[in-house]
């Protein structure tokens, strides 16, 4: 384990404040080692690419119940200063369940990444077989997690664009400063999952390892945070771009906003491709490098994946269950002709 922390290097020194080009800089020393194990290890692209693929069903799943809204309920909601409607609730519902797909086979692909890092640093081979071995036992505390933490991220993401009513310039910075904190106090979770550990006691090591870590976590995060917001931006424009160029795909005629939000998957998928495939995998092996020299040094313990017999797992037959529950229930209301009535449902809420 010692050899594979000492190619991740030593990238930060404990005193100084860390600025924006520190975190770049500190990202980018990291970027060199994650992508030479990445071209070692195929598996990472692979699961890096099928998490890609996630996004991808899970927004076509999101966007599926704007097409069974009439253009005439945007155009009240729009001119409307009333919220709480039956239909804000169902909607909220259908998108919080959306995410809750996509993120149960993604925060499996995620757990794999770290198992690929652990079993590297032991000497082992890191087959997609293996890593899943690794990984299934803790599918319901992994799939807890990221249903949550993709959850705020996508609320974020949403209140970031923007619109007529957002937020006031303190509610942004405020919710954008508990939003940054969340993902710095959350970063050591996934390697503690993988490792074996349960969703409280990994919780509590992600704590200990930030207070121990901080300034190589604050790094990490600032220059993950960073190039998201550069992607982010870019993809901004790109969409700007793609729509003045294709025009026929503006928000016109009958279903706008579903043709809108149907064809601004294009942009969406890109930038999301950008990060799942090139800054996502070096994040996570980031993250349990830092997890691994703070376990070994601090903690005084060694890490061996499988985990230990007897140590705290979750259930993977819920989490299936569960998740196969929620998608057979979409997928019924998306192919089941008039969609067991929700569109009018949601429509009805607005008109009154």
């Given at each position: 384990?010692?050899?594979?922390?000492?190619?991740?290097?030593?990238?930060?020194k404990p005193s100084d404040k860390p600025s924006f080009a520190d975190g770049l800089s500190?990202?980018?020393?990291?970027?060199?080692?994650?992508?030479?194990l990445i071209f070692e290890e195929k598996e990472l692209l692979t699961f890096a690419l099928l998490q890609?693929?996630?996004?991808?069903?899970?927004?076509y799943l999101w966007v599926q119940m704007l097409g069974w809204l009439p253009d005439e309920m945007w155009e009240r909601a729009a001119n409307s200063s009333?919220?709480?409607?039956?239909?804000?609730?169902?909607m909220l519902a259908w998108s919080f369940l959306c995410v809750g797909v996509a993120t149960f086979p993604m925060s499996i692909l995620s757990g794999c990444m770290g198992a690929v890092y652990f079993l590297k640093a032991q000497g082992k081979e890191s087959t997609i077989p293996a890593c899943l071995k690794i990984v299934l036992p803790a599918t319901r505390d992994l799939w807890l997690f990221h249903w949550v933490d993709g959850w705020w991220t996508v609320v974020r993401i949403l209140a970031r664009l923007p619109k007529k009513r957002g937020e006031s310039p303190v509610e942004r910075a405020v919710n954008e400063a508990v939003y940054y904190a969340w993902k710095v106090a959350t970063i050591g979770i996934l390697p503690g999952l993988v490792t074996g550990r349960g969703l409280m006691d990994a919780g509590r090591r992600s704590l200990g390892m930030v207070k121990s870590r901080l300034r190589d976590v604050l790094l990490l995060r600032g220059g993950y945070s960073a190039l998201c917001w550069i992607v982010g931006i870019a993809s901004y424009i790109f969409s700007i771009w793609f729509?003045?160029?294709?025009?026929?795909?503006?928000?016109?005629?009958?279903?706008?906003?579903?043709?809108?939000?149907?064809?601004?998957?294009?942009?969406v998928l890109c930038a999301s491709g950008v990060v799942l495939v090139f800054l996502r995998p070096v994040y996570i092996i980031s993250a349990c490098a830092i997890y691994t020299d703070y376990v070994q040094t601090e903690r005084k313990e060694s890490i061996m994946v499988p985990a230990r017999p007897g140590q705290k797992r979750g259930s993977f037959d819920f989490a299936f269950t569960m998740a196969v529950i929620i998608a057979v229930v979409l997928l019924a209301v998306v192919f089941t002709p008039g969609h067991f009535g929700i569109g009018e449902l949601v429509a009805g809420s607005w008109t009154r």
């Open positions: 384990m010692e050899s594979i922390r000492g190619r991740m290097g030593e990238v930060v500190a990202f980018w020393n990291r970027t060199v080692f994650s992508v030479r890609w693929v996630c996004i991808g069903i899970g927004y009333h919220g709480g409607r039956l239909g804000d609730y169902i729509f003045i160029a294709f025009p026929e795909f503006r928000y016109q005629g009958q279903q706008f906003m579903y043709r809108f939000y149907f064809w601004m998957a294009v942009p």
